[in-house]
């Protein structure tokens, strides 16, 4: 029970459902508290983004064998089919949990994608706590990174797609452009911090990549595009430059302890309390991406991973809280806060099952008895 508290509040769950208790406080004192400190949920999701963005080195990436690339790439689809198809079920079937809101396809394919999320941190610890080997917990590491670029590309491919159809230039080419913005906003942005500072030096890479991400977290939100995306590419692009890629990678470093614990904090107050009737929900997708996680590892089975993967792969780590800040910045009006609701909420639960979910998995197996040998009769 001990280490179950230790690993829920490493993972951030105090901090969240603190955030979810202040932001229905605020909103009984005023309305407009909450909505007031979006721009610093921008700021989380952009420093979440680049700390991801910054494991994006292509020395790295290649080299993943290509079987590991498509079984993790395929279990992700896997869970993401499967969250979005429940989720369209339950809102067809039970629309009095959903009040006025119907998911639309995108919508559902975004909160498929942060459900297959698997947080690389989060897992770690988990594992660690399991009492797993240095082995393990490292294969554990790269399939959680590999779980999670699948995810982000999806999630990307799914807004590029609803903000096209916004537009009345058709849904492929305002899709494309709304891409090409986002992409091209995020180079440009890590091109002029590597330009402005010498990054060769420790502290200044520092300055730069936070810099870097700062300006994506404002322009993201300024400009109505994606600060997820955004601060994705530019920390992509600032290593991918940098005469020092640790260095940069470093300073962009996963947000942990307090700066964590506010960002969680903040993310919880874009819960709302009309949102809340979407908690059964919550609940049934939480269940069916852990079950789907479970089916994944077995119907995708390779010989090094198959006795470590699966449940053991449960967390989701912060990456899935800034999609939810994503999603509510992003989409904003009826279907913010009940997407935000949906993943956070379902993060809440996966992260409180996590632990017992990963020492099943990695439990040695019970040996069993060799089978009788026949008699031999002379």
């Known amino acids: 029970m001990n280490a179950l508290l230790a690993f829920c509040v490493a993972a951030g769950l105090a901090p969240l459902l603190i955030g979810i208790a202040l932001g229905a406080a605020l909103r009984l004192i005023d309305p407009g508290l909450p909505p007031a400190l979006t721009p610093l949920a921008a700021l989380g999701a952009a420093w979440i983004g680049g700390a991801f963005g910054a494991t994006l080195r292509w020395r790295v990436l290649r080299r993943v064998p290509r079987a590991l690339w498509i079984r993790c790439s395929m279990e992700s689809a896997l869970v993401t089919a499967a969250v979005a198809l429940a989720a369209d079920a339950l809102a067809r079937f039970a629309p009095i949990l959903f009040g006025a809101w119907r998911p639309s396809l995108p919508v559902l394919v975004m909160i498929g994608a942060a459900a297959g999320v698997t947080g690389r941190h989060a897992v770690t610890l988990a594992a660690r706590a399991a009492g797993a080997s240095p082995?393990?917990?490292?294969?554990?590491?790269?399939?959680?990174?590999?779980?999670?670029?699948?995810?982000?590309a999806v999630f990307l491919i799914a807004l590029a797609y609803l903000r096209g159809r916004e537009t009345s230039t058709g849904v492929l080419r305002g899709g494309v452009?709304?891409?090409?913005?986002?992409?091209?906003?995020?180079?440009?942005?890590?091109?002029?911090?590597?330009?402005?500072?010498?990054?060769r030096d420790r502290a200044r890479a520092g300055v730069a990549a936070l810099g870097a991400l700062w300006f994506a977290a404002g322009l993201g939100y300024a400009a109505e595009l994606s600060p997820l995306v955004v601060s994705v590419v530019a920390a992509a692009v600032l290593v991918h430059r940098a005469p020092r890629p640790r260095a940069v990678a470093a300073a962009l470093g996963t947000p942990q302890g307090l700066p964590w614990g506010l960002l969680a904090m903040v993310a919880g107050t874009?819960?709302?309390?009309?949102?809340?009737?979407?908690?059964?929900?919550?609940?049934a997708l939480s269940a069916v991406r852990l079950a789907a996680r479970g089916v994944g590892a077995a119907l995708l089975p390779i010989r090094p991973w198959a006795p470590h993967t699966g449940f053991a792969r449960a967390a989701q780590g912060p990456m899935?809280?800034?999609?939810?800040?994503?999603?509510?910045?992003?989409?904003?009006?009826?279907?913010?806060?009940?997407?935000?609701t949906l993943i956070l909420v379902s993060w809440c639960v996966v992260t409180v099952a996590t632990l017992p979910l990963t020492r099943r998995a990695l439990a040695p197996r019970a040996l069993t008895a060799p089978p009788p040998l026949p008699e031999v009769r002379g």
């Open 320 to 340: 899935a809280v800034a999609m939810a800040a994503d999603c509510a910045l992003s989409l904003g009006g009826v279907a913010g806060a009940p997407s935000a």
């Open 135 to 152: 082995l393990v917990v490292r294969r554990l590491s790269r399939a959680a990174w590999l779980d999670t670029i699948a995810s982000v």
């Open 177 to 199: 452009s709304w891409l090409v913005l986002s992409a091209g906003s995020g180079v440009l942005i890590g091109l002029m911090a590597e330009t402005l500072l010498d990054i």
């Open 270 to 283: 874009l819960v709302e309390p009309r949102a809340w009737p979407l908690i059964p929900v919550a609940l």
